[in-house]
């Protein structure tokens, strides 16, 4: 099938930078919206940020111009690149794929393991 593989997250210091990478791999026909979401302990998953195919994004209020989504089609991965962290940005980070398996399915909702990232002030 199809499988989400997060990498890059790790420990740091506020006000520091990360980028997570994820990178789908699988029977891929086609990648709709990729996102990420992100888990706090205690807490519910939201969004973080999402990329359509054509490159149109959207962030949550608390990332935004901190925080930049971006993808590589041709790659089937998406980067999320996070500066200025902060100590309530540090939770477990999950990819997220629409993905075609086939021509003339419907597309389907994928998820990565997800990374965990910490921030310390």
């Known amino acids: 099938q199809v499988e989400l593989v997060e990498s890059g997250g790790g420990l740091v210091q506020a006000g520091e930078a990360l980028r997570l990478s994820c990178e789908a791999s699988?029977?891929?026909?086609?990648?709709?919206?990729m996102a990420w979401y992100r888990q706090a302990p205690g807490k519910q998953r939201e969004l973080v940020a999402a990329i359509l195919s054509g490159g149109s994004t959207n962030y949550a209020d608390s990332v935004k111009g901190r925080f930049t989504i971006s993808r590589d089609n041709a790659k089937n991965t998406v980067y999320l690149q996070m500066n200025s962290l902060k100590p309530e940005d540090t939770a477990v980070y999950y990819c997220?794929?629409?993905?075609?398996?086939?021509?003339?399915?419907?597309?389907?909702?994928?998820w990565g393991k997800g990374t965990l990232v910490t921030v310390s002030s």
């Open positions: 997220n794929a629409l993905v075609q398996t086939t021509i003339g399915t419907f597309a389907r909702n994928y």
């Open positions: 699988g029977s891929i026909f086609r990648i709709d919206g």
